[in-house]
């Protein structure tokens, strides 16, 4: 493993050298060349455009910006998804899918929204490679940032764990997660 510490350069150059990566799948393990045509898949139930691709890991504060400046297949108005447009791509978990039961949508309160059905399905149960993420993106199993905040947005976001389904709340800002930006 690579020993070299981001923490120690300035945000800004951190920001900088993620920027000029090329995004490829945390999970993804075979052996070819993911850098090529920058992709984009087509939703059709809910008319969004996804990047085919998910960047590995980055905090949230940095995942939005990296949405924010992403100029990608020919389109710059990239942003961070909300949590209720993450839902969307949920597969095979139907209490956590955006008509499911859970009840954490992009305009709720985390006291008055959280149920149960949120907690997602069985591990290895899914459609996917035995996750729920949507089989035309990268990282089916692999943990999202949402751009939906909990409470005041300083400390706290929303999630979505694809590899059991799980809507999280109430995600530590600090945190490292993957992201996949969505027009």
Known sequence: MNSFK?????LAVVALLVLAMSPVSCGDDDKDDDRGEEQTWLDD????????ASVCCMKKRLAGDYCEDLSWAGFTDWRLPTID???SLVRGCEATDVEGECGIHDDCDLTTCWTDECVGC????GPNAGCYGEPNLPGVC??????????DGVNAAYGLFFDIGYVARS???QEKHSVHCVR
Request: proline share 3%; glycine share 10%.
């Open 171 to 173: 995600l530590y800002i």
């Open 45 to 52: 139930s809910t008319g969004l455009t996804w990047q085919v």
């Open 6 to 10: 981001f923490a120690s350069l300035p």
């Open 142 to 151: 692999e943990r999202f940032w949402s751009s939906t905040t909990v409470g």
């Open 122 to 125: 069985e591990a290895g149960d």
């Open 85 to 87: 447009e993450l839902r």
